[in-house]
């Protein structure tokens, strides 16, 4: 499965490892998960221009930081789109 990210998903990911390197590998485990097994994100759909777009999710425990310390979140999450041998991540956030 191939795995892209928009420039909005590519420029956070740049962002906040940039202010925090060690949520970098957080990121790749979460990227990898979703190459891996995009089926198993739960149904997320977003709003574009007015429509409904099927969108999936994945997260993951930010495990490095103690609870809600340091950036204020517990995981990141991803919301992506899916096709037949593509991935395509939206964004990021942390919830």
Known sequence: MRLTCLDFA???EHEETSKYPEIGTFIEKLKR???EKPEKGLPDPIIFRGQNLPCWKQSVNISLFPRR???GYSFITAH????TDEVVIA???YT
């Open 33 to 35: 998960t979703i190459r």
């Open 80 to 83: 992506y789109l899916r096709g």
């Open 91 to 93: 964004k990021f956030a």
């Open 69 to 71: 310390h340091a950036i």
């Open 10 to 12: 590519y420029q956070w």
